[in-house]
């Protein structure tokens, strides 16, 4: 059974940066994709960025030049760098992640980022 750990929120002031993690525990295959999803209470979860499986990103034009999705495959874990972060970048963030020859798409329990102005 594969279980997503994410580690890194926490309080932030505007202009700052902090690095989410996503760790996968269990036997897996390597990463095929990821993607990184934040939430405000009462709001729909937004879609933040996306990593395909050759390495490709995308991200939402709201994080675009300040966030970087990567992945060490060799640790099985996904990354969200912040930098320039933004009070309305305040959300619980989870990671959402795919392994090869699994077809089952897991969810990280999500963590709490908040940025002060």
């Known amino acids: 059974q594969v279980q997503l750990v994410e580690s890194g929120g926490g309080l932030m002031q505007a202009g700052g940066s902090l690095r989410l993690s996503c760790a996968a525990s269990g036997s897996t295959s390597g990463i095929n994709a990821a993607d990184w999803y934040r939430q405000v209470p009462g709001k729909p979860r937004e879609w933040v960025a996306t990593?395909?499986?050759?390495?490709?990103?995308n991200y939402a034009d709201s994080v675009k030049g300040r966030f970087t999705i990567s992945r060490v495959n060799a640790k099985n874990t996904v990354y969200l760098q912040m930098d320039s972060l933004k009070p309305e970048d305040t959300a619980v963030y989870s990671c959402?992640?795919?392994?090869?020859?699994?077809?089952?798409?897991?969810w990280g329990q999500g963590t709490q980022v908040t940025v002060s102005s």
């Open positions: 990593m395909g499986t050759g390495g490709n990103a």
């Open positions: 959402h992640v795919s392994f090869a020859g699994d077809p089952v798409v897991y």
